[in-house]
Nanobody
Framework: QVQVVESGGGSVQAGGSLRLSCAASGRTLSWLAMAWFRQAPGKEREFVSF????????DYLDSVKGRFTIYRDNAKNTVYLQMTSLKPEDTAVYYC???????????????????WGQGTQVTVSS
């Protein structure tokens, strides 16, 4: 069984920074991509960023490009999301997800991810 656990959320003022961590574990763990999604109150869950196992592929939601950086430590099966210049509209529950199969959709859709964390709250105040 694969487990995905997020950490690092919290409250910060606009313009501040946070780093989220996502650690994956399991006896038969293998993964192709890990991603961050977020869901704000009253809104649908949206893609934020993904990174491939090799690190050769990554992508971001347009509104976070230049502010968020995703990177991974394969030895620890951990992916990080460094968030800078945070805005109130970044407030959401952030979820980490793991994909272990190719779907051909580019790893930007929730349905491509088989394993999810419980989420971590990020609150940005103005």
């Amino acid at each position: 069984q694969v487990q995905v656990v997020e950490s690092g959320g919290g409250s910060v003022q606009a313009g501040g920074s946070l780093r989220l961590s996502c650690a994956a574990s399991g006896r038969t763990l293998s993964w192709l991509a890990m991603a961050w999604f977020r869901q704000a109150p009253g809104k649908e869950r949206e893609f934020v960023s993904f990174i491939s196992y090799s690190g050769g592929r990554s992508d971001y939601l347009d509104s976070v490009k230049g502010r968020f950086t995703i990177y991974r430590d394969n030895a620890k099966n951990t992916v990080y999301l460094q968030m800078t210049s945070l805005k109130p509209e970044d407030t959401a529950v952030y979820y980490c997800a793991l994909a272990n199969r190719y779907s051909g959709l580019g790893f930007k859709y929730a349905a491509e991810y088989a394993y999810w964390g419980q989420g971590t709250q990020v609150t940005v105040s103005s």
